[in-house]
């Protein structure tokens, strides 16, 4: 418990970069999604809270890093600035819950999934594979990152806390 309370917050359409022994963390995930890149050579990484999937979608243009478009490019410049070698990025997705369920009729895609597949494709757009996820569902989620191992937990709302 005492490492998520000391974790550097992450919050909606933000972005933040670590290093060594630093830890970072995303409260209250519900549709918005954690996209966790990091490079476990130079134990440098970051999270960008995505809120949308496309930059098309909102007037204020402000905050990039809530779009999944403009947030992963960002978030790997940023990480470059650093010296990290793209080829040695891990991938990791947490999020993109389905937190309203029945306002959605049949066959239409909610904001949380689209979130996930928008993110997805901006990853592949960016040359990198997704090495794990936890998305979907009907539950929030928050997540701790340590930048150190790369190590990702993560608390379900009403669930136990596991290791993405």
């Known amino acids: 418990m005492k490492d998520w309370l000391e974790a550097d917050a992450v919050g909606m359409g933000e972005l933040s970069?670590?290093?060594g022994k630093r830890r970072l963390a995303v409260r209250g995930l519900g549709s918005c999604v954690a996209v966790i890149l990091h490079d476990p050579t130079t134990?440098?990484?970051?999270i960008a809270?995505?809120?949308l999937p496309s930059h098309t979608l909102a007037r204020n243009q402000e905050m990039p890093a809530k779009f999944a478009d403009k947030a992963v490019p960002l978030l790997l410049d940023r990480l470059a600035q650093l010296g990290v070698c793209?080829?040695?990025i891990g991938t990791r997705?947490?999020?993109g819950a389905r937190?309203?369920?029945a306002g959605a009729s049949a066959g239409t895609m909610h904001?949380?999934?689209?979130?996930?597949v928008a993110c997805r494709l901006a990853i592949e757009d960016a040359g990198l594979d997704v090495?794990?996820?936890d998305v979907g569902g009907q539950r929030g989620r928050s997540v701790l990152f340590s930048a150190r191992d790369g190590t990702v937990a993560v608390r379900t709302l009403g669930g136990e806390e596991r290791n993405v």
């Open 17 to 19: 970069v670590a290093a």
């Open 86 to 88: 793209r080829t040695n």
């Open 49 to 51: 809270h995505v809120m």
């Open 93 to 95: 997705l947490v999020g």
């Open 43 to 46: 134990q440098i990484g970051g």
């Open 99 to 101: 937190m309203f369920g």
């Open 111 to 116: 904001m949380g999934e689209r979130n996930v």
């Open 131 to 133: 090495a794990a996820e």
